[in-house]
């Protein structure tokens, strides 16, 4: 069975589980602490972050670009009879998407408002792109899930929770992301892919007293604001 080495709150890892759900691929969980690294995972893992996953042959193999390529190398395809183009033109909408977690993760962790609104305008930048490339179709190609729609799950995701926990939007006034993201939470993936207390360790981290969306984030922005444009699309 596969085994995936992880970080409860990693986004890295999430697309990876996620991934592994929607084929259905059975694997086992170890969860270990960043802070304190054990000798053995760093002799595996090159890099030295999560996710690492091990193969049923006993190898390990780093970084979630490569291991959400070997899974769907190695596994039935999301898309069967997809072009050369378009798969490039995949992969590239996916590295934007994981380029982004840590700008995402940052964002959250914000502990004032000068912080958060130029991270989200970060984000924005992003978000705006997405938005003018999506379709009036389910999902990023079509009908059919495919592996942009998992890169981009976790920071819909995240977003999703902190909307629900603080109120505070990151998408903005974009439809087609936002008809997107229900899509694809809509699904469960989301929910599968991460730990049962996923929802509790995420907001201790990100919703904390030491953040300021955790805060309350007070509404020193209001939605007519410039400011609040600029940042929340």
Known sequence: MLKIINFKICPFVE??????????????????????????????APNGQVPVLIT?????????????????????????????????????????????????????????????????AKLGKLFDKVEAKLGAHRFFNGSELSMVDIAWLPLLHRASIIQNHSGFDFLGNRPKLKKWQMEILDLGLAQKAVAPDFVEAFSKFYLSDKTYLGRGYELEIEPNNENFKTSCG
Do not use: M
């Open 15 to 44: 697309r990876v589980t996620a991934l592994l759900e929607h084929k259905k691929i059975e694997y086992e969980i170890e969860y270990i602490d960043l802070s304190n690294k054990p000798k053995w995972f760093l002799e595996i």
């Open 56 to 120: 049923e042959n006993g190898k390990a193999l780093f970084e979630s670009d490569a291991i959400v390529e070997y899974l769907e190398e190695a596994y039935v395809p999301l898309q069967e009879n997809i072009s050369a183009e378009d798969r490039a033109e995949n992969r590239a909408w996916s590295y934007l998407a994981t380029k982004h977690y840590l700008v995402q993760c940052a964002a959250q962790r914000s502990s004032n408002l000068a912080l958060l609104n130029e991270r989200v």
